[in-house]
């Protein structure tokens, strides 16, 4: 687990400006704009934005918030877009399973789970 998240957050600091800018768009209007598997990989996109992300996970991946029926309550309401992060967690498996994989945004799979109208 600690290469794992070690491994993605080194990834997140390297994100290309252009892929910052899409997640910013992507994220109008939301309550969390952007959500990332753990705290790790959030937080170089908060320095990077100004802007709130959800850490699914916390630091490690490990807890248990947000919930797997809190996550998609946000996404059905639209409070959330843009989802980082991959791997075997319940929460990321659903994300895998009914958000769209975007290709290629960055470094770190990134999948769309909605946003407002007109993007991408």
Known sequence: ??????GLARRAQHLSPSA????????????????TYTSLVAAPLIYATGDEVLPIGGFRGTN????????????????????????????MEWVSAH?????????IPAFYCGAPPGFP
């Open 1 to 6: 687990m600690t290469d794992a998240t070690q």
């Open 20 to 35: 910052v800018a899409t997640f910013k768009r992507a994220g109008q209007g939301a309550r969390y704009p952007l959500a």
């Open 64 to 91: 248990p918030w947000p919930p797997l029926a809190t996550l998609r309550r946000l996404v059905a309401s639209g409070g959330l877009h843009i989802v980082l992060g991959g791997g075997t967690d319940p929460r």
């Open 99 to 107: 958000c769209t994989h975007l290709h290629p945004v960055g470094v």
